[in-house]
């Protein structure tokens, strides 16, 4: 209400309002005022359930954080009655996590020391803030005083705090936290992936529709959906973190991004093959069963397996080859050396700690960039008047020695094989090999 009236205040003063009407637009403004900010409030109540929902498998996630924030000087766990490192320990053991007002505290700690990193930064004068600073405020005045919106005094804390209640409430009370420890990045750096990931994907809409299942399904099913959504964005920024130099230009990003993203993400479900179509269905059916829509949860299920799209359309700019048929490459050649079942050994990979935590990162980047290496390769040795199963197959028959070593590698690892990085590492140093030496 104290941004609007300075806001009303400016125009004023411009002459482009009198008095009479600020008074009248205050009074029809109203409903919509209250509807922002409960909407506001939701999204963060939201975020604790999730919070909550999560809190056992993250509470060594939590530990780090907490510890982080103590060496830095911003938070006095004592004083806020959270819990030790021997305490965290011992809740790790009888899996369980930090309660409901704990995590709360530590979501309100971590919001202000974000909110310090942006103002400190450039980021809330970037061009691409303007549309988050417009639609901050009410529609009537969107469409009167959008001009003075650019100039009000307190811009910049209006867009730091947009942000920061996006970001944290959307990818939880550690996302920031771990998307800086996995990949050396900035905050600020981690603010503009993620607005680049979630407009590329559509995650609002997404979002919306979620919490328009209110009271239809039961709410653990909601925060599955949601969760499965956060695993969207935590791969999502970290692909992007770790495959730009420097900072990142928002509004560039998502228009060389959204455009093949756009194209393809409708039919996600429908390009997997094999098993990796079977993993799908088992997720969708799962939902489904809980009651969410058939659409809803293969659009969150094609989002979450669909990571590998960005790699997709970067290969296709590469290549000069269509989106639609280097994402069949992609997804055949995925399919032909068992990516799924690697993928899902990776996940079981533990990370108690920091290095624990960076080696499951390492390694999961890494078997998307060997994946991402094998479809160049053969997009860049076969004629795309080819199959894509045709294209994989000729290329297969000129590399048979390589893939068989691989195959070999695969075969005694077996299923009984333990889920660790000394496995894992062997049978990536093959995959490695045979994009050199093919």
Not at 20 to 34: A, H, I, P, Q
Not at 289 to 309: H, I, K, N, S, T
Not at 317 to 338: C, D, I, K, L, N
């Amino acid at each position: 209400e104290v941004n609007i009236k300075i806001l009303l205040g400016q125009a004023i003063e411009s002459g482009a309002l009198d008095a009479g009407e600020r008074n009248k637009l205050l009074v029809d403004m109203t409903d919509e005022v209250s509807s922002l900010v409960l909407s506001d409030n939701y999204v963060q109540d939201h975020a604790l359930a999730l919070s909550s929902y999560l809190a056992p498998r993250l509470i060594n996630v939590h530990r780090r954080l907490m510890n982080s924030m103590e060496r830095g000087g911003t938070l006095n766990r004592e004083l806020e009655f959270l819990p030790s490192d021997s305490e965290c320990a011992q809740r790790d053991a009888e899996n369980r996590g930090l309660t409901g007002p704990e995590l709360a505290v530590l979501l309100a700690y971590v919001k202000i020391g974000i909110a310090e990193d942006i103002l400190s930064s450039s980021l809330p004068d970037e061009a691409w803030c303007n549309d988050l600073l417009v639609n901050y405020f009410p529609s009537p005045l969107r469409e009167r005083f959008a001009k003075h919106m650019t100039t009000h005094p307190l811009r910049r804390e209006i867009i730091t705090t947009l942000l920061v209640n996006e970001v944290v409430n959307r990818g939880g009370v550690s996302y920031v936290y771990r998307a800086v420890e996995e990949t050396g990045a900035e905050a600020v750096d981690v603010l503009r992936a993620h607005h680049v990931i979630a407009s590329v994907l559509g995650l609002p809409e997404l979002w919306e529709e979620i919490h328009e299942l209110d009271n239809v399904i039961e709410t653990r099913a909601q925060l599955a959906v949601t969760s499965r959504l956060r695993r969207v964005l935590d791969r999502g920024i970290r692909w992007l973190l770790q495959s730009r130099s420097g900072a990142i230009d928002v509004a560039a990003e998502i228009e060389r991004l959204r455009p093949g993203i756009a194209e393809l993400l409708p039919h996600a479900t429908k390009l997997f093959i094999g098993d990796e179509a079977r993993t799908m269905c088992r997720y969708v059916e799962e939902l489904t069963g809980q009651g969410v829509p058939e659409d809803l949860a293969e659009r969150c299920v094609g989002a979450l397996y669909g990571f590998g799209l960005f790699d997709v359309v970067e290969l296709s700019a590469q290549a000069e080859e269509p989106v639609r048929a280097v994402a069949e490459m992609y997804y055949t050649a995925s399919e032909r050396f068992g990516m799924d079942a690697l993928f899902e050994r990776i996940t079981q990979l533990p990370r108690r700690d920091r290095w624990s935590a960076l080696a499951r990162m390492a390694m999961r980047y890494d078997l998307y960039a060997v994946l991402a290496g094998v479809v160049r390769e053969v997009l860049a040795n076969t004629g795309a008047h080819l199959t894509a199963s045709e294209r994989l197959q000729s290329w297969s028959q000129r590399n048979q020695v390589n893939i068989g070593r691989v195959q070999n590698t695969m075969s005694m690892l077996g299923d009984s094989a333990p889920a660790d990085l000394a496995t894992l590492s062997v049978l990536l140093r093959q995959l490695r090999t045979l994009i050199r030496n093919s």
